[in-house]
Each structure stands twice: as structure tokens, then as C-alpha cells.
């Protein structure tokens, strides 16, 4: 059979547009969709604008701490338009950088949606087209919960970026990544914000040592969290803002409430139901190893499956997919040893296992800790110290998982997940010549 295209990819996130540049790198004839933006959640309304307005809330903080190092400051200012509309335009310029990622591969793009109109057939736009092979790779959205009544009023993380103006009080529903990002940002920018809990700890399935610090500095901060909280319904009040009941009988009353309550994958009104695509419970798509579903022309990745919901594994999965279908070298993603973060403030960065995960996986284990208060936190006054983890399997002496927060976090652990992918044992840590004077020297000075 003669196909319009080798391979069409449904979706041009960070996974899609990964896997269709390899493959029409290895000649294959490619197609891709999308539509909304080129570039996904990650590029257009997730972790790359986000990251920015972490950025620009922290000068809250720094602004303040200058003083203490002799820097002698006029009036302080922020002016919210200015850095969303800076933060937009970053988002246009990566969104052209990517569509020209494609132009220059000679990917054929579709700016509208498609579905699967059968075996290897798509529906895009108001054409057809057929494929050797297709690629659903459209990601995930932010969960609202329908049971709840009024719950419409809210925001999610696909809207907050355009917001008009700065809420004076915000309410931010969730305990995950981007529910405490959020929290941080809107405070360092001056906003009251109630950060509403459904468990009793921030960051489940993070260590537990970390979760429970980044809660005392949030409170030592301010922030009003409520733990063990449920939101039963959301109305509008006559004055345009929100009230929020709670389960308790208590209510929490803000001019904005965002939901950071989960995602749940894009994968509805695709026509996987007429295909007879496996899916799992929450509507994911099932892959093999490969990212290959039920059917054998019919792949997907990223955010859409069941497996992890992070960018950079999207792209590797992406990648990994284009090599095996259209490359001479397959390849799968190993899912062991993933380091991810949470840029609160200040953020966390975490890779391997977690103290009760090693007690629970290996029994013997060695646990190692710097406490301390970072030198510029010392000098600007600031009572807020990072914590380091190491966590060591004892019968082998290597290392097993890093944990850490405070300043630069994400940035000092990129290196030390080399360490724990490698196998690297704790003696070889300590024989590392400290780097003097740093934060990241504590890392081979626990004893």
C-alpha cells in the first residue's frame, strides 16, 4: 500500500516534535498536527514560562537582601504586565523556533486538529491523509473537577499566565509540583495566598525530610496553608470575588482561585474507542517499551501514556520511538534514576530513591545530612536553611538517592544524578576534594 507519509505525528509538543525531526532525519516522510500551538504545554504554557516567572518573583527577595550587601536601592515597583508580556513574547519566539525546527526537516505541518478516521488513516483539518505509521503525542491538560459545584470559577495553569492583573489574594487548590510553584510566585509578588490542601503534607511521594522543610519555610514566609482540606463548592460573590467552602464548614474567600489538582492525559475524541485501543483508568493510553500501542502502526509518548509525566522524558521517548521505527538503532528509555524538580521557593531537586522507599526496597540503609544556612542567607539575615540527603544502601555502599532544597537546587543535582545513574559508591563522594567556598561542597563533606 502507497501512504501519503511514513509517519504522522498527532500533537507538536516537546515528544512530538522530537520524534519528528529524528525520523525525517532518517528519511522518512513525515506529517505533523497541531492545534494550538507548535511547541506544547512545556514551550507554550508550562515549564518554560513558568520557570521565567519563578525568575522574576525571586527579586522580591533579592532586591530586599541587597541592602544587607551594600547596595543602596530607591522605591521598589513591580509591574505585573510588564513581565507577563516579557514572558509571552519569550513564549512567540520559541514557538517560531520550533515550527522552523520542522520547516527545516522538511516536516509538513498542519496547523488544525486530527483524529484517527481508521487504520492507518488521520482526519486533519477537512482532509485525509494515510500513514505507515502514526504518533499520538498531545500531552495532558490541567484537571477541574466537575464535582464540585462552581468549580468553573477557577483558573488553571493554562490561563494564569494571561492574567490582566495580579490578584490581591489568591487561593491555589493542590500540594503538588505546580500548586507550591505557584504558591511561591503569587507571594514574592505580593499577593495574599491560601493554599488549599486535600492530604496532610505537601509533595506526596517526595522525601518526606524535604516536603516537611519546604512547609516550615512557606509558613515562616506567611503563606496560609491548609492541610487536610477539602473544597466542596465555589461561588461568585456580588463584589466579583470567590468564595471557597471547605468540607470543615470553613470557607476561604480570594479574588482568584487556581486548580493545581493534577492532569489528565488528551487522548478523548481521538477515535482510540472505534480502533480499540487499550487504555488504563484515567484514560491513558497503554504502550509497550517502545511507546507502541495495541495496535502495531499506532504509537504514542509523552504525557498521553501511562508512564512518566515529565519534558524531558517525552523527548527521550520521542526520540527513542523515531530511531526504532525509522533509524538502524532501537532503542528504549530507561526509567530508573529520573532526577526532576520543583521550583518553589526555594525549590527542591530530587533523584532515586526515597529514605522510606530504600528502607522498604533494600532494609540497610545509611542516611546522610547537611543542615545549614546558605552564606548569602547568613549575611542577608535570612533564618532559612537548605537540607541535603543522601540516602546509601548499605550493603553495597553506593549511592541511591540525593535529595536537596535550597538555592540552586535543580542546578547543583543535574551533576550529582550522574553520580546515582552511575552506580557511584558513597566513598568515592568522599574522596572528592571539596569545591570551597560553596553549597554544593556539602555534598562530599557528609560524614
Known amino acids: 500500500m502507497d501512504f501519503d507519509f511514513d509517519y504522522f505525528v498527532i500533537g507538536a509538543g516537546s515528544g512530538g516534535v522530537r520524534s519528528a525531526r529524528i525520523a525525517a532525519g532518517h528519511g522518512a516522510k513525515v506529517g505533523i498536527a497541531e492545534e494550538h500551538r507548535v511547541g506544547g504545554t512545556c514551550v507554550i504554557r508550562g515549564c518554560v514560562p513558568k520557570k521565567l516567572l519563578v525568575i522574576g518573583a525571586h527579586f522580591a527577595e533579592d532586591l530586599e537582601d541587597a541592602a544587607r550587601f551594600g547596595w543602596q536601592l530607591g522605591a521598589k515597583r513591580f509591574d505585573w504586565p510588564t513581565l507577563r508580556d516579557n514572558v509571552l513574547a519569550e513564549v512567540d ?88 510553584e505557584f504558591a511561591g510566585i503569587f507571594h514574592e509578588l505580593g499577593c495574599r495566598v491560601t493554599q488549599i490542601v486535600r492530604g496532610n503534607r505537601l509533595l506526596k511521594g517526595w522525601e518526606p525530610a524535604l516536603a516537611d522543610r519546604l512547609l516550615q519555610i512557606a509558613m515562616q514566609k506567611h503563606l496560609d496553608i491548609r492541610l487536610n482540606c477539602a473544597p466542596t463548592a465555589v461561588e461568585r460573590l456580588a463584589d466579583g470575588s470567590l468564595r471557597i467552602a471547605l468540607a470543615s464548614g470553613q470557607a476561604v474567600e480570594a479574588d482568584a482561585l487556581l486548580w493545581a489538582v493534577g492532569r489528565i492525559p488528551n487522548a478523548d475524541g481521538l ?120 540516602v546509601v544502601d548499605a550493603a553495597t555502599d553506593r549511592l541511591v538517592g540525593a535529595h536537596m532544597i535550597g538555592p540552586d537546587a535543580p542546578e547543583i543535582l543535574q551533576a550529582l544524578a550522574v553520580a546515582v545513574k552511575a552506580g557511584l559508591t558513597k566513598a568515592q563522594l568522599d574522596a572528592t576534594v571539596a569545591l570551597h567556598p560553596t553549597m554544593a561542597e556539602e555534598l562530599v563533606l557528609m560524614r
Not at 517499551?289 to 524531558?312: E, I, K, Y
Not at 520543583?342 to 546522610?368: N, Q
Open 93 to 180: 519566539r520559541l514557538n517560531r523556533a520550533y515550527q522552523a525546527t520542522l520547516d527545516s526537516h522538511g516536516v509538513e505541518s498542519f496547523h488544525a486538529r486530527a483524529e484517527l478516521a481508521g487504520p492507518q488513516r488521520v482526519r486533519v483539518g477537512d482532509r485525509e491523509v494515510t500513514a505507515r505509521h502514526v504518533l499520538v503525542a498531545t500531552g495532558a491538560r490541567p484537571h477541574v473537577p466537575e464535582d464540585i459545584p462552581g468549580a468553573a470559577h477557577g483558573i488553571t495553569s493554562n490561563e494564569v499566565f494571561h492574567l490582566d492583573r495580579l490578584p490581591e489574594r489568591i487561593a491555589i487548590v493542590g500540594g503538588g509540583y505546580i500548586a507550591n
Open 271 to 390: 477515535g482510540l474507542e472505534a480502533l480499540g485501543v487499550t487504555r488504563r483508568n484515567r484514560g491513558e493510553i497503554a504502550v509497550d517499551a517502545h511507546g507502541t500501542t495495541s495496535l502495531p502502526w499506532l504509537h504514542a509518548v509523552g504525557d498521553v501514556t501511562d508512564r512518566m509525566q515529565l519534558t524531558p522524558i517525552a523527548i527521550r521517548e520521542g526520540h527513542a520511538l523515531a530511531d526504532t521505527l525509522f533509524g538502524a538503532t532501537p532503542w528504549t528509555v530507561d526509567y530508573d534514576h529520573v532526577p526532576s524538580a520543583v521550583f518553589s521557593h526555594p525549590p527542591l531537586a530530587s533523584v532515586g530513591l526515597t529514605e522510606p522507599e530504600a528502607r522498604e526496597k533494600l532494609g540497610g540503609v545509611r542516611i546522610f545530612t547537611a543542615n545549614f544556612r546558605p552564606m548569602k542567607n547568613v549575611l542577608a539575615g535570612r533564618d532559612e536553611r537548605a537540607l541535603y540527603k543522601l
